[in-house]
């Protein structure tokens, strides 16, 4: 079954410092989206991308995350400056489109932790 | 502004049949996704519910009722695996498309 794969599995970073995230969304998705989890708490919406652009963002989406797609498979989520709240799971997803009934896939997440 | 509500936690015996309710409040609600989070891993998709009515998919059903708010999720046949998280989501309608606001999970602790 095709899947949403991400890397790192896991990242130690310092304060500070700029972290990106990968992601390959499954191949013929056209929507795609970073969610977070801080631990114990409840995953949250940060962006989703279409069309090589993004559609709709959160607040939490302030000016030090960004989201790129370099090539015809990747997409990736920058922290510019990393601070020590950003400590979460980030969960890359896609869908095939945005309409009622296509199932969102989740990618198995990348840890980030701030020190 | 967006309100989805689930309990915080469930406990059933091994064999047994359980429902997690969801209510949710939300504008632009465009279906209901119920998804299954293991500790420390990604949220696993279970069932969509787009029209009230009950779909059901082998040990798993979902139940929605767009008039009165309210989901719910029914488990059969409970296995010690299906021990985790439950999530309620609701599909919400943006500008830029969908996208999904989830409540804070059910932790659902299956026992002998």
């Not at chain 1, 000016?63 to 997409?75: A, H, K, L």
């Not at chain 2, 420390?40 to 787009?50: D, H, I, M, Q, R």
């Not at chain 2, 998280?85 to 943006?94: D, K, R, V």
Request: aromatic share 14%; glycine share 8%; net charge negative.
């Amino acid at each position: 079954e095709p899947e949403v794969t991400q890397t790192p599995s896991h990242q130690v970073t310092q304060m500070g410092q700029e972290v990106i995230l990968r992601c390959v969304p499954i191949s013929n998705h056209l929507y795609f989206y970073w969610y977070r989890q801080i631990l114990g708490q409840k995953v949250e919406f940060l962006v989703s991308f279409y069309n090589n652009e993004i559609s709709e963002k959160s607040e939490i989406f302030d000016d030090q995350f960004s989201v790129e797609r370099p090539d015809g498979s990747n997409f990736t989520l920058k922290i510019r400056s990393t601070k020590l709240e950003d400590s979460a799971m980030y969960f890359c997803a896609s869908s095939l489109d945005s309409s009622s009934g296509n199932t969102i896939y989740f990618g198995e997440g990348s840890w980030l932790t701030v020190v | 502004g967006q309100n989805i509500d689930q309990p915080t936690e469930m406990t059933a015996t091994e064999g047994a049949i359980v429902q997690i309710n969801c209510t949710y409040q939300t504008s632009g609600f465009n279906g209901l996704f119920w998804y299954q989070q293991h500790a420390g891993e990604a949220p696993t998709f279970l069932s969509y519910n787009v029209l009230d009515g009950l779909e059901e998919k082998g040990r798993f059903s979902s139940f929605l009722s767009r008039s009165k708010g309210y989901s719910y999720l029914l488990l059969k046949e409970l296995q010690m695996k299906d021990s985790a998280s439950y999530l309620c989501a609701g599909y919400i309608l943006t500008g830029g498309g969908n996208k999904l606001t989830f409540g804070t999970g059910t932790q659902l602790k299956v026992e002998l």
